[in-house]
């Protein structure tokens, strides 16, 4: 059984050494422990001070393309060098690394495909309460849009079965963190929650320059993987509000024509026919969309065999 803990780095020639010296050695269920870093592109010596202290499997990109494609960049090279699980971590040493053995239980003992670490958002120090409220409503609302029961929707502290692994597929190029949990439970993945500890602040994240630019990224991202993966309901929803609203504008035109007193009321019958062919339409477009995204599981699927037989045979 062999474990692979991928970091994404970006200039972290400061940082790294002291979350390299924190990771586990040995971890009873696991033969081997592999690190490999992914240089997002740095401008200093991440690199080298990564192979100074004994890191033998990189990715490296010639210049910096964002969290989310190193994340992916990660798993497909972890998958390469015969990865069985997969723990991803940040380069800041934000998380307890100790926790990685509580993080990978559920995996080696099979009762999950992935699994979250749960910070303790409430208790971290370096937290402002603005971003404890943000983190808390993103988490919650995570919950309500992807059907799971995820504590802490943005922890990067995260370990993924291999099979799990090779069923992620990555769209945004801005974090993977959301994403990722709504296409597990599309998947049929089983997510487990973990509760862990973060260590003191070594610097200021870099993800977002502003709350605000993350709580509408946040929202973008929710918002296209829900269409993308919920389509039927996505559109069914909108389209049902719109035949909604035109049946109540048609029930009060019929209302006042029964009474004798329809000519008055015209506009509400047109804005009522417009609505009810909107909402019409709009369903029809549930119905090709659910269509649509039959053959993107299958693409899926034929994907996920295609890698399957790539790693067989390098193996």
């Known amino acids: 059984m062999k474990l692979v803990i991928q970091i994404p780095c970006l200039n972290e020639e400061k940082s790294l050494p002291v979350t390299l010296k924190a990771l586990p050695e040995q971890i009873d269920g696991i033969d081997e422990i592999e690190i490999l870093i992914i240089d997002d592109g ?98 919650g609302v995570m919950r309500l849009v992807s059907s799971t029961s995820v504590k802490d929707a943005p922890s990067g502290f995260r370990a993924f079965s291999k099979a799990a692994a090779i069923q992620m597929n990555v769209f945004d190029n801005y974090t993977y963190t959301l994403e990722t949990i709504i296409q597990a439970k599309a998947k049929g993945l089983t997510i487990e929650n973990v509760d862990i500890s973060v260590n003191p602040e070594m610097r200021k994240s870099r993800l977002f320059s502003n709350m605000f630019v993350y709580i509408r990224r946040s929202i973008f991202t929710m918002l296209r993987m829900f269409i993308v993966y919920r389509p039927f309901r996505f559109f069914t929803i909108i389209g049902s509000l719109f035949l909604f609203a035109g049946m109540l504008l048609g029930g009060r035109f019929l209302y006042f024509f029964i009474a004798g007193n329809g000519q008055g009321h015209v506009q509400s019958l047109i804005l009522a026919a417009v609505l009810l062919l909107t909402g019409v339409q709009i369903c029809l477009i549930a119905v090709l969309s659910e269509l649509i995204s039959i053959n993107r599981k299958l693409l899926e699927d034929v994907q996920s065999r295609i890698k399957k037989a790539d790693l067989k045979n390098k193996s």
Request: hydrophobic share 40%.
């Open 42 to 139: 740095s401008k200093d010596k991440t690199v080298e001070v990564a192979k100074s202290l004994g890191v033998k499997s990189f990715v490296s990109f010639p210049k910096n393309k964002g969290l989310a494609k190193a994340f992916v960049a990660g798993l497909n090279k972890a998958l390469e060098i015969g990865a069985d699980i997969i723990v991803n971590t940040d380069a800041d040493n934000q998380y307890n690394a100790d926790d990685i053995k509580k993080l990978i239980e559920p995996i080696l003992s099979n009762r999950a495909d992935m699994v979250i670490g749960s910070r303790p958002v409430n208790e971290i120090k370096h937290f402002s309460f603005m971003k404890k409220v943000l983190q808390n409503l993103g988490s």
